[in-house]
């Protein structure tokens, strides 16, 4: 058995580990974008909100005293990493990085509201706002992407048909 105490500070580990991996999938992504400059200035905005984002979730992790899993942030860095070579290989890369990025995105929406549920069942206040500042930011993030997928598919399916014309990033 384990106290949802117990259960929140699991869980605050697991944000630690998602929010490195998020931070590492999108500095690949944008590092490697070229021809969609409005996908890559919002992938920058979020690399921005993950650093926040990563500040609260240390935050509750050193007031809880948990410290964070050394071993899942290495695992999560590792998956980053191979997705981020994976993609560079494919011709399509911008378009799967995209769907990619919009899993993710739900991913921590469903990790963050989660969150919000237990650190309401434990009582920890600090622990509730913080995730409750960060959910609407996922929650932007994915709502952009999926809203935006229709343009860049458009401007890949262009560039894609167009002679000697880099369309994958
Ligand atoms: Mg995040
Ligand atoms: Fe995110």
């Not at 899942?72 to 997705?83: I, N, R, V």
């Not at 709502?143 to 000697?164: C, D, G, K, Y």
Request: proline letters at 3%.
């Amino acid at each position: 058995m384990a106290t949802p105490q117990e259960n929140l500070l699991d869980w605050l580990r697991d944000a630690h580990a998602m929010e490195q991996q998020a931070e590492s999938m999108l500095k690949a992504q944008s590092e490697r974008l070229e021809h969609y400059p409005d996908l890559k200035a919002r992938i920058d905005q979020h690399i921005q909100e993950t650093l926040g984002q990563q500040k609260l979730i240390d935050g509750c992790l050193s007031r809880l005293g948990g410290g964070s899993s050394t071993l899942k942030d290495m695992t999560g860095k590792l998956m980053a990493f191979g997705q981020a070579v994976g993609g560079s290989l494919m011709s399509d890369e911008v378009i799967k990085g995209a769907m990619a990025g919009y899993v993710f995105e739900n991913v921590e929406i469903a990790m963050y509201t989660t969150l919000i549920a237990a650190a309401k069942a434990a009582g920890d206040q600090e622990t509730l706002a913080a995730c409750e500042q960060i959910l609407p930011q996922e929650q932007a993030m994915a709502e952009w992407l999926l809203a935006h997928m229709p343009q860049v598919t458009e401007a890949f399916l262009i560039r894609s048909a167009a002679p000697n014309t880099e369309a994958k990033k």
